[in-house]
């Protein structure tokens, strides 16, 4: 079965500096999604970034990148420029494509990050 | 982008009654929808998942006669929890997927936190 693991239960960052946060994940299907989520006090589940594991690059968006590593089966998460809206759990989350297990998105226990001013 | 609804956004219920939750995508048709249990500090718990028209499928541990599940379209599904217990009180997220969305994240709705007293 597939699992997601996140090693780091709570990170704290200083603001304007970078944090990296660790996920990484069991499978032996060579075709997956992987998805950050991030989960505010509000508890919405918002979606950060995700990656293919067909492409080879690594995903980008704004000040939020992931260093994907198919064969070490990592996926870190970078934050650049950490701002207070940053502070949340953040979510690592495993999903095959449809058919497999229906889509369903399998998730790591979370990583509680905090940012101080 | 795709907006899935969830309603309530809170309920508080007396123990022994019932309680329904609904789930709606509203700008997509949801083939399949997912429904997770999340306890406070914790990670999101797949409960079942749910295909339009067909009886949905429930993860090992979960009580399909307690949780009921109705997915009766394709933009609607609900969750009753019957005859709750306060040991139900906890959030409940549900989310969506298209057939044609098959390598998208899911998207998610806002939650809901019941409490049963």
């Known amino acids: 079965a597939q699992t997601v693991t996140q090693s780091q239960p709570e990170m704290s960052v200083q603001e304007a500096e970078t944090v990296t946060l660790s996920c990484t994940y069991d499978?032996?299907?060579?075709?997956?999604?992987l998805f950050w989520y991030k989960q505010p006090p509000s508890r919405q589940m918002i979606l950060v970034i995700r990656?293919?594991?067909?492409?080879?690059q690594n995903a980008t968006e704004n000040r939020f990148s992931v260093n994907f590593q198919k064969a070490a089966k990592s996926f870190s998460l970078k934050i650049s420029d950490s701002q207070l809206g940053d502070a949340a759990m953040y979510f690592c989350?495993?999903?095959?494509?449809?058919?497999?297990?229906?889509?369903?998105?399998?998730f790591g226990k979370g990583t509680k990050l905090s940012v101080k001013p | 982008g795709a907006v899935v609804s969830q309603h309530p956004s809170w309920v508080i219920c007396k123990s022994g009654t019932s309680v329904k939750i609904e789930c709606r995508s509203l700008?997509?048709?949801?083939?399949?929808m997912f429904w997770y249990r999340q306890f406070p500090k914790q990670s999101l718990m797949l409960m079942a998942t749910?295909?339009?028209?067909?009886?949905?499928?429930?993860e090992q541990g979960v009580e399909k006669d307690k949780f009921l599940i109705n997915h009766a379209s394709l933009t609607l599904s609900t969750l009753t929890v019957t005859s709750a217990h306060p040991e139900d009180s906890s959030f409940y997220i549900c989310?969506?997927?298209?057939?044609?969305?098959?390598?998208?994240?899911?998207?998610f709705g806002n939650g809901t936190r019941l409490t049963v007293t």
């Open positions: 499978t032996s299907e060579s075709d997956y999604y």
């Open positions: 990656q293919e594991a067909y492409k080879q």
């Open positions: 700008d997509f048709q949801a083939t399949t």
């Open positions: 989310s969506a997927a298209s057939r044609r969305d098959t390598y998208s994240p899911l998207h």
């Open positions: 989350a495993y999903r095959e494509p449809y058919g497999g297990s229906q889509g369903n998105l399998i």
């Open positions: 749910s295909n339009e028209g067909s009886k949905a499928t429930y």
